[in-house]
């Protein structure tokens, strides 16, 4: 059984840092990738980064280029999103997910079978 644990949100200012932390285990095989997602209240589910297993392919939304970072720790199946440069805008639930095979640079919800149970992320102006 595939789980995804969340860790790491809080309240930040505005210009501040975070790192969400999604600690992962119990994929089938080692080819596999992990999304980070977001929800806003009222508004719906949006992809913002993910990562292949292997740690050496990423993808950013453009929303997020520049400013957030996604990086893994094999040893210990670990993924970890740095926010930098937060914004209000930026508040919201915050979930790792995971989908089995391949990589692709989807973050189409949809395409994702393993969800954590989120974490909140609330940036103060």
């Known amino acids: 059984e595939v789980q995804l644990v969340e860790s790491g949100g809080g309240l930040v200012q505005a210009g501040g840092s975070l790192r969400l932390s999604c600690a992962a285990s119990?994929?089938?095989?080692?080819?596999?990738?992990v999304g980070w997602f977001r929800q806003a209240p009222g508004k719906e589910r949006e992809g913002v980064s993910n990562i292949a297993s292997t740690g050496d392919i990423l993808y950013y939304a453009d929303s997020v280029k520049g400013r957030f970072v996604t990086s893994s720790d094999n040893a210990k199946n670990t993924v970890y999103l740095q926010m930098n440069s937060l914004k209000p805008e930026d508040t919201a639930v915050y979930y790792c997910?995971?989908?089995?095979?391949?990589?692709?640079?989807?973050?189409?919800?949809?395409?994702?079978?393993?969800w954590g149970q989120g974490t909140q992320v609330t940036v103060s102006s």
């Open positions: 997910a995971g989908r089995d095979g391949d990589y692709t640079t989807t973050l189409n919800q949809y395409n994702y079978n393993y």
């Open positions: 119990g994929f089938a095989t080692n080819d596999y990738t």
